[in-house]
């Protein structure tokens, strides 16, 4: 599947085929499930922690709504590893090349005349994880200063989303097992402290969406229900599908 990366920056992802962790809703299922589909163009973005379920839930977006699918710009991203490996030597360069992949995406996004749906929104970055690393030491007093200036100049003038639906996962072990089933190899050192300080920034998130960037954001538990298939599927598309009208 395209995917919009460093590598392939100059058109977005196309809606998924099936697979297995976001099986493709036929014609028979559609009607079956009843979804109905959003007729305004939006723009949508999904945030939450890593392992919450971000990129299933925006392929199923996108196969049902045909929505174009913009990834999060992780699969060839040059730093992740060594990010993963010295937190502190290339958290201030991740967090740059992870702005200026987002930002891109928004301007494409802008550009383009479907409606689409972002996986990991650009906010987390400079609410979340910025200040989170910045915490832990990881990012100088100077570093997260500079980060902030080119935040605002890149980001002063893209559109927006129109809607952001965060994910909560409040078991890190759950986040945990769905990050081993995903089976990333950069991401197999990720620790139970590391999620659990970022679910604590992530609790207040929607509230900052809503209040300094005027965001209308719908809230979802999915640490319990499955909402790759059957009753869980239809259930969330449904709730997706309100928010969204």
């Known amino acids: 599947m395209p995917r919009t990366t460093a590598r392939t920056r100059s058109k977005p992802a196309q809606a998924a085929p099936a697979q297995e962790e976001a099986p493709a809703a036929t014609p028979r299922s559609r009607n079956t499930m009843r979804v109905k589909v959003p007729k305004a163009r939006r723009f949508v973005a999904l945030a939450g922690n890593i392992g919450a379920g971000k990129t299933t839930a925006a ?5 049902a709504f045909g929505y174009e699918l913009f990834d999060e710009p992780v699969i060839d991203n040059r730093f992740l590893r060594d990010y993963y490996a010295d937190m502190t030597r290339w958290s201030f360069t991740l967090q740059l090349e992870f702005l200026i992949r987002r930002v891109e995406h928004h301007e494409l996004i802008h550009s383009y005349r479907r409606s689409c749906v972002q996986d990991r929104t650009l906010y987390e970055d400079p609410e979340i994880f910025a200040k989170y690393l910045h915490g832990l030491g990881h990012l100088t007093n100077a570093e997260l200063d500079l980060y902030y200036e080119y935040f605002q ?24 097992q769905r990050i081993r089933t995903r089976g990333r190899e950069e991401e197999k ?41 059957g009753r869980g599927r239809e259930e969330f598309l449904d709730r997706v599908s309100t928010f969204l009208a």
């Open 59 to 63: 392929k199923m977006i996108s196969q």
């Open 153 to 176: 100049r890149l980001s002063r003038h893209i559109i927006r989303p129109d809607k952001v639906i965060c994910f909560e996962v409040g078991s890190v072990e759950v986040l945990l």
């Open 189 to 229: 050192g990720i620790r139970h402290q590391f999620l659990r300080g970022l679910n604590g920034y992530y609790a207040s998130f929607p509230l900052v969406l809503q209040e300094k960037y005027g965001v209308d954001c719908l809230t979802m538990d999915v640490s319990k229900q499955d909402i790759r298939r």
